[in-house]
């Protein structure tokens, strides 16, 4: 059936690699089987431009009860009231809110890129610092910990009209009580982008942003472990903070607002294969199994913290309270690109990140980010992960030395058979 041959190979190829590696990118994780059927299904076929029940397609009676059952079980996973499932990916979600929100160079505050922040907050690359006026906050250089002092003063005379926390490197939790007073004080919306904690969050093992934040948005593949793709959550609805009106002049709500900048704001067709895959993980995530996973993806990024401490590694804050973890390698006179180059060649795949007040550039970096949700997945616990720091910390002494390197790389390759994709 499948004719393919050329890139059916190569994707047989990324498998191997998939499996053969100990991955450690904090960012991606492995779908269940179930996920990956739904997402290579026929839904894949089916144009749906609208929402349940209003659609601009005909022959939408089965995907409209399949968005619905993924807008149920997302609602029950976050305790949200309104939810959409549409954006294909946190960047998408993120565009939705601020078209929604915001007029093209109104000021937004976010977590600075550099510090730990997200392209989508704001960076001079992004749409987001293209269209919109954007200012930041950071960590404290003695500690790595978020300012909270500097946000509120950068508020303060900066006026935002959203605030943007959440980020893609950043190993605590947040107070995201203090950020809504904050944002209160100066009338501004609150947006959590949690696209990284999103899992721990939905079961309780970090704050809870949807108490606090106006919206939030999130990936669902990271720590979530779904298909790739964006969601966006509220617990309460609002007025419309613009002001704008459906045709029969009333004040359209915050969520309909979100709703109509996803599609057709910023958004076509949505990708239904991908809501069937999304609805999937949302159950998945609601059960006991993900919950005894979830606690172990935090019982282990601890563990791997702990023993790159002692091994004499510099962990940006010293330490995690989720997920992932970011190392300063300049004590180890090593950087980022060559730390993931040379860890790439024993099949340990990392990303390499910018550290705060980093002095090299992005492309070559003074650090590297880890995280432990996709080797959680693969059903190591805290005694694997003593070894995986071994083998990090063998490689990272041994760089010049392609021979020990290539004899860890076996080594690892025949370990991780341990530890199959699919039990
Ligand atoms: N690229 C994602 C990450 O690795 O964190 C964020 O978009």
Redesign the pocket.
């Known amino acids: 059936m499948i004719k393919d041959k050329l890139v059916f190979e190569y994707i047989e190829k990324e498998k191997i690699r998939q499996t053969q590696g100990i991955e450690l990118?904090?960012?991606e994780n492995y779908v269940s089987e179930q996920v990956m059927a739904a997402a290579g299904s026929v839904l894949t076929n089916k144009y749906a431009e609208g929402l349940p029940g209003k659609r601009y397609y005909g022959g939408c009676e089965i995907v409209d009860e399949i968005e619905d059952v993924a807008r149920n079980r997302l609602k029950k996973l976050f305790d949200a009231n309104w939810v959409n499932v549409q954006p294909h990916s946190?960047?998408q979600a993120n565009a939705a809110v601020m078209l929604g929100i915001l007029n093209p160079g109104d000021k937004i505050l976010g977590f600075d890129l550099a510090h730990g922040g997200?392209?989508t907050h704001g960076s001079s690359v992004n749409f987001s610092g293209k269209i919109y006026s954007s200012c930041f906050y950071g960590v404290k250089k003695n500690n790595g910990l978020l300012d909270y002092n500097q946000l509120e003063k950068v508020a303060f005379k900066e006026k935002p009209k959203l605030i943007i926390c959440g980020a893609?490197?950043y190993s605590r939790d947040w107070d995201y009580k203090k950020i809504r007073e904050i944002a209160d004080s100066v009338s501004a919306i609150v947006l959590a982008d949690i696209?990284?904690p999103s899992g721990l969050i939905a079961r309780g093992l970090l704050n809870d942003p949807l108490d606090h934040c106006h919206i939030v948005t999130s990936t669902t593949h990271k720590t979530l472990r779904g298909p790739r793709g964006g969601i966006i959550m509220m617990r309460n609805d609002y007025d419309n903070p613009l002001g704008t009106k459906s045709p029969k002049g009333n004040l359209k709500s915050l969520s309909s607002v979100l709703d109509s900048a996803v599609f057709p704001g910023t958004q076509g067709g949505p990708l239904e294969h991908i809501i069937a895959a999304k609805a999937i993980s949302f159950e998945e995530a609601l059960s006991d199994n993900y919950m005894q996973y979830i606690l172990q993806v935090k019982k282990n990024a601890k563990m791997m913290a702990k023993c790159l401490i002692e091994k004499g590694y510099n962990i940006i804050s010293n330490g995690t309270e989720n997920h992932l973890m970011l190392i300063d390698l300049s004590n180890k006179d090593i950087t980022g690109k060559v730390a993931e180059n040379t860890l790439g060649k024993a099949d340990i795949t990392i990303?390499k990140n910018m550290v705060p007040f980093d002095k090299e550039s992005p492309f070559i970096t003074s650090g590297m980010r880890i995280g432990s949700a996709a080797i959680t997945t693969r059903g190591m616990k805290e005694k694997e992960m003593k070894k995986v720091v071994f083998y990090v910390d063998e490689v990272l002494k041994n760089r010049n030395n392609e021979k020990i390197i290539r004899e860890i790389k076996k080594e690892i390759n025949k370990w991780m058979v341990d530890y199959p994709l699919f039990k």
Do not use: E, K, R, V
Request: glycine share 8%; proline share 0%; net charge neutral.
């Open positions: 990118i904090a960012s946190g960047a997200h392209l893609s490197s696209a990284h990303n």
